[in-house]
């Protein structure tokens, strides 16, 4: 394997990259439809109850339909992944990380392929799709590098052998969430499975299509079945039952607070025949905030801000969801940032506009319901508004400016185009404020004052913090990412420490 290396972007301003996304485009389309199967060991299952997914951006353009797994598919699945974990596990980690490092090798020579399915079913525009693409590539290369890397330790001691060595657990459950459907799904499965567990996939309903050419590319790559199950199902169903039988070893789970503390909560109950504690990673959402003082580059700042909260339509649980400025220059960043977000287009993914549909109709309620419940909480100073456009799910990007710390425009992640202002008297301020939420997963500051960007290094209490820069697009192996406080267990996906989490420790003493 060469040594590891980020994956670069494309660069769409070219002619010729455009034209090989639209080419692309042309190629998915065509494929758009069809019944996607369960995966189970060996075995490609077609059920009749079925997950419809369609293009957010056109609702009447069916992506696929992906069979839906029953309980009694949660339990094929877990034995199919014990039957293959013995295997598995006994391979030499040199040989598991080549076939993962394969798996990325062929999702990037399908880059743009795999990208125009995110923009189609995911609702993505070209540059977050094609980013998504390359971040699920990145993660199965970082962490087959990772994986050769976790030697033996090995202690002398007077007439001794002490050695100890990291050993994989057995099978385990990733629950991915719908907003990076490959990236994640990718990150979240590769990692436990080339430290030599087996897993249950069962993706996100709102994607399960871009799962299953991922499970596609996992068989051409040569991993063995078993290794990786794949069952989409109702969460409340399918998920509970894989969550709760005793012989599921861990789960990895990104998704809202909400349902990471279910998991949090049902993993810790030992059922009969169990004979270890599930171990539950959860990475579960913030409500992040950039902090923007008066002796910063206004400008860059509110470019920054647009891209954090717009991004993805702000579909990202590192979005930046509070604005929080100084009171010198309060009134002069919220013109930038609203005169900067007021020439964001909206329209279709496929089309590459900057602003698409949020994921799913449910979602899109969801948020002009919070819209409407912030209008007495802040003032809406742009957007906020449905656009209709071909039955798609599009809302106008959203500013609210006058919110008070403690609205629920300021603690409730809505997962959506909302951005809230917050006026703060000073520095000192804008840190409490920054703080004073449950969550704790990213933030940023703009500032060209040293004692200020130290300060933030200290007290501003998130896992990811940015400065001077946008507050999203974390790079596996250079920013590993995962947040504190109700934010999730701080897993740090793409970071060194990663695969430990699905390993343990076994030391072995030999009298010589």
């Given at each position: 394997?060469?040594?590891?290396?980020?994956?670069?972007?494309?660069?769409?301003?070219?002619?010729?990259?455009?034209?090989?996304?639209?080419?692309?485009?042309?190629?998915?389309?065509?494929?758009?439809?069809?019944?996607?199967?369960?995966?189970?060991?060996?075995?490609?299952?077609?059920?009749?109850?079925?997950?419809?997914?369609?293009?957010p951006s056109r609702p009447e353009l069916e992506v696929g339909k992906a069979s839906?797994?029953?309980?009694?598919?949660?339990?094929?699945?877990?034995?199919?992944?014990?039957?293959?974990?013995?295997?598995?596990?006994?391979?030499?980690?040199?040989?598991?990380?080549?076939?993962?490092?394969?798996?990325?090798?062929?999702?990037?020579?399908?880059?743009?392929?795999?990208?125009?399915?995110?923009?189609?079913?995911?609702?993505?525009?070209?540059?977050?799709?094609?980013?998504?693409?390359?971040?699920?590539?990145?993660?199965?290369?970082?962490?087959?590098?990772?994986?050769?890397?976790?030697?033996?330790?090995?202690?002398?001691?007077?007439?001794?052998?002490?050695?100890?060595?990291?050993?994989?657990?057995?099978?385990?459950?990733?629950?991915?969430?719908?907003?990076?459907?490959?990236?994640?799904?990718?990150?979240?499965?590769?990692?436990?499975?080339?430290?030599?567990?087996?897993?249950?996939?069962?993706?996100?309903?709102?994607?399960?299509?871009?799962?299953?050419?991922?499970?596609?590319?996992?068989?051409?790559?040569?991993?063995?079945?078993?290794?990786?199950?794949?069952?989409?199902?109702?969460?409340?169903?399918?998920?509970?039952?894989?969550?709760?039988?005793?012989?599921?070893?861990?789960?990895?789970?990104?998704?809202?607070?909400?349902?990471?503390?279910?998991?949090?909560?049902?993993?810790?109950?030992?059922?009969?025949?169990?004979?270890?504690?599930?171990?539950?990673?959860?990475?579960?959402?913030?409500?992040?905030?950039?902090?923007?003082?008066?002796?910063?580059?206004?400008?860059?700042?509110?470019?920054?801000?647009?891209?954090?909260?717009?991004?993805?339509?702000?579909?990202?649980?590192?979005?930046?969801?509070?604005?929080?400025?100084?009171?010198?220059?309060?009134?002069?960043?919220?013109?930038?940032?609203?005169?900067?977000?007021?020439?964001?287009?909206?329209?279709?993914?496929?089309?590459?506009?900057?602003?698409?549909?949020?994921?799913?109709?449910?979602?899109?309620?969801?948020?002009?319901?919070?819209?409407?419940?912030?209008?007495?909480?802040?003032?809406?100073?742009?957007?906020?508004?449905?656009?209709?456009?071909?039955?798609?799910?599009?809302?106008?990007?959203?500013?609210?400016?006058?919110?008070?710390?403690?609205?629920?425009?300021?603690?409730?992640?809505?997962?959506?185009?909302?951005?809230?202002?917050?006026?703060?008297?000073?520095?000192?301020?804008?840190?409490?404020?920054?703080?004073?939420?449950?969550?704790?997963?990213?933030?940023?500051?703009?500032?060209?004052?040293?004692?200020?960007?130290?300060?933030?290094?200290?007290?501003?209490?998130?896992?990811?913090?940015?400065?001077?820069?946008?507050?999203?697009?974390?790079?596996?192996?250079?920013?590993?990412?995962?947040?504190?406080?109700?934010?999730?267990?701080?897993?740090?996906?793409?970071?060194?420490?990663?695969?430990?989490?699905?390993?343990?420790?076994?030391?072995?003493?030999?009298?010589?």
């Open positions: 394997m060469e040594g590891f290396r980020t994956e670069p972007y494309t660069d769409f301003s070219e002619p010729g990259p455009r034209a090989r996304y639209e080419s692309a485009l042309a190629v998915v389309e065509r494929q758009l439809g069809k019944v996607v199967p369960l995966v189970i060991g060996p075995d490609r299952i077609i059920t009749d109850g079925l997950i419809r997914s369609v293009d839906s797994g029953t309980v009694a598919h949660v339990g094929q699945a877990l034995d199919a992944a014990w039957a293959a974990f013995p295997d598995w596990a006994a391979r030499p980690a040199e040989e598991r990380a080549r076939l993962v490092c394969r798996v990325g090798d062929l999702i990037a020579s399908r880059k743009l392929e795999m990208a125009a399915w995110q923009s189609f079913e995911a609702g993505k525009n070209w540059v977050e799709a094609e980013a998504d693409v390359a971040e699920a590539i990145d993660f199965c290369h970082y962490y087959a590098h990772q994986a050769v890397e976790m030697e033996v330790e090995t202690y002398d001691s007077p007439g001794e052998r002490n050695d100890s060595f990291l050993i994989p657990m057995g099978a385990g459950v990733v629950i991915p969430p719908w907003n990076f459907p490959l990236a994640i799904l990718a990150g979240m499965t590769m990692g436990p499975v080339v430290a030599g567990n087996t897993v249950v996939l069962k993706p996100a309903s709102a994607t399960p299509v871009i799962g299953s050419k991922f499970m596609e590319i996992v068989a051409e790559a040569g991993i063995p079945p078993g290794v990786i199950n794949y069952l989409p199902g109702p969460g409340s169903e399918i998920g509970d039952a894989l969550v709760d039988d005793p012989r599921t070893r861990f789960i990895n789970f990104t998704g809202s607070k909400e349902v990471g503390l279910r998991i949090a909560e049902r993993a810790a109950v030992v059922h009969p025949g169990q004979q270890w504690l599930k171990r539950a990673f959860t990475e579960m959402g913030g409500k992040d905030a950039l902090i923007v003082d008066e002796t910063a580059d206004l400008e860059a700042a509110a470019k920054a801000v647009v891209v954090s909260a717009f991004g993805y339509q702000g579909q990202k649980c590192s979005a930046c969801s509070r604005l929080i400025v100084v009171e010198a220059i309060h009134d002069r960043v919220l013109d930038l940032v609203v005169a900067e977000a007021a020439g964001l287009e909206v329209g279709p993914a496929v089309a590459n506009h900057p602003v698409g549909p949020v994921i799913t109709e449910v979602q899109h309620r969801m948020i002009l319901d919070e819209i409407e419940r912030g209008r007495s909480e802040g003032r809406l100073v742009l957007g906020g508004n449905p656009i209709d456009l071909e039955g798609g799910y599009y809302i106008e990007p959203a500013i609210f400016s006058e919110v008070r710390p403690e609205a629920r425009l300021a603690q409730h992640e809505i997962f959506g185009p909302v951005l809230a202002v917050i006026r703060a008297t000073d520095f000192d301020a804008a840190i409490d404020v920054a703080n004073g939420t449950d969550f704790g997963l990213t933030g940023g500051l703009f500032s060209q004052d040293r004692h200020r960007i130290e300060r933030a290094r200290r007290e501003f209490h998130v896992g990811n913090l940015y400065v001077n820069r946008k507050i999203t697009g974390a790079l596996v192996g250079i920013q590993p990412f995962g947040g504190f406080k109700m934010s999730g267990s701080n897993a740090k996906a793409g970071g060194p420490d990663y695969l430990r989490l699905f390993m343990e420790m076994k030391t072995v003493a030999e009298r010589l």
